[in-house]
Nanobody
Framework: QVQLVESGGGLVQPGGSLTLSCVTSASIWSIISMGWYRQAPGNQRELVASITSGGSTRYADSVKGRFTISRGNVENTVYLQMNNLKPEDAAVYYC?????????WGQGTQVTVSS
């Protein structure tokens, strides 16, 4: 029912930047929070950043000071600006929306950090 479309992944060199975008079909009135998770091979899916409907943000310790999550003027859009990327940031990044009725996930977008 709920769709999420991610974009912006790709290949960057260490120290480079990428901005991920996610658009969801969920009603803005049903959204509790939106966020980004990532999963590298052999690892569990982990929270990278989240933002609530009230604007509160949370970041993984490993990305604090480098990543910024934000919402667009259209409230069903969320962005993740990633600066000073490191090889350990390489993963599939998944957009998620937490609604009053449950959670939905995007298909994921690959971020590769390599020289």
């Amino acid at each position: 029912q709920v769709q999420l479309v991610e974009s912006g992944g790709g290949l960057v060199q260490p120290g480079g930047s990428l901005t991920l975008s996610c658009v969801t079909s969920a009603s803005i009135w049903s959204i509790i929070s939106m966020g980004w998770y990532r999963q590298a091979p052999g690892n569990q899916r982990e929270l990278v950043a989240s933002i609530t409907s009230g604007g509160s943000t949370r970041y993984a310790d490993s990305v604090k000071g480098r990543f910024t999550i934000s919402r667009g003027n259209v409230e069903n859009t969320v962005y993740l600006q990633m600066n000073n990327l490191k090889p350990e940031d390489a993963a599939v990044y998944y957009c998620t929306v937490q609604r009053t009725s449950g959670r939905a996930w995007g298909q994921g977008t690959q971020v590769t950090v390599s020289s």
